[in-house]
T-cell receptor
Framework: NAGVMQNPRHLVRRRGQEARLRCSPM?????VYWYRQLPEEGLKFMVY????????ESGMPKERFSAEFPKEGPSILRIQQVVRGDSAAYFC???????????FGPGTRLTVL | TQLLEQSPQFLSIQEGENLTVYCNSS?????LQWYRQEPGEGPVLLVT?????EVKKLKRLTFQFGDARKDSSLHITAAQPGDTGLYLC????????????FGKGTKLSVIP
């Protein structure tokens, strides 16, 4: 059973460009969570999605950030007009039911030049 | 806002020693998870504890959930270099919340 897949593993963008991060949950998991980890900081929740629905986006900045989990295909975290402060590791997790047991992907490390 | 405090922040021990790391909060959690994270990788789930007072063992690792479900500990017996890593605790508050609240972690180094 393949784990949570994320791509790309590393992404470099210049200020003002768009970043698109992809996450394929584990097989049979319909719950997807996105977290951000800044250097020397803990993981911070951003958004929780089920298929075609955003359930909780309370941790996601109101501007420039969006997330989706379409009926077909991976979940996408999109960051428009990136700034240097967006540089971080972004992790996706999936679970078969609720939040109690989440399995994490390897992360996407975003660097904004 | 719920917070999880982990201690110690850094721990360096010799191979074969025992150690305990702690995860404390003033808030009650419906469940608590322990993860280990290697540099450049995602957190790997070690255990989920749900019941107050619960003790779970995973080989040389023993996890305990406090009676009041506000704190947890991880004890490692006879540490090995392969135990080196960042140990994270994360709590789920339940009550309609879907997010995990993470501590900043304990960075463990086991010296051969």
């Amino acid at each position: 059973n393949a784990g949570v897949m994320q791509n790309p593993r590393h992404l470099v963008r210049r200020r003002g460009q768009e970043a698109r991060l992809r996450c394929s949950p584990m097989k049979g998991h319909s719950h997807v969570y996105w977290y951000r980890q800044l250097p020397e900081e803990g993981l911070k929740f951003m958004v929780y999605l089920q298929k075609e629905n955003i359930i909780d986006e309370s941790g996601m900045p109101k501007e420039r950030f969006s997330a989706e989990f379409p009926k077909e295909g991976p979940s996408i975290l999109r960051i428009q007009q990136v700034v240097r402060g967006d540089s971080a590791a972004y992790f996706c997790a999936s679970s078969p039911t609720g939040p109690d047991t989440q399995y994490f992907g390897p992360g996407t490390r975003l660097t904004v030049l | 806002t719920q917070l999880l405090e982990q201690s110690p922040q850094f721990l360096s021990i010799q191979e074969g020693e025992n150690l305990t790391v702690y995860c404390n909060s003033s808030s009650v959690f419906s469940s608590l998870q322990w993860y280990r994270q290697e540099p450049g990788e995602g957190p790997v789930l070690l255990v989920t504890v749900v019941t107050g007072g619960e003790v779970k063992k995973l080989k040389r690792l023993t996890f305990q959930f406090g009676d009041a479900r506000k704190d947890s500990s991880l004890h490692i017996t006879a540490a090995q270099p392969g135990d080196t890593g960042l140990y994270l605790c994360a709590g789920a508050s339940g009550a309609g919340s879907y997010q995990l609240t993470f501590g900043k972690g304990t960075k463990l180094s086991v010296i051969p």
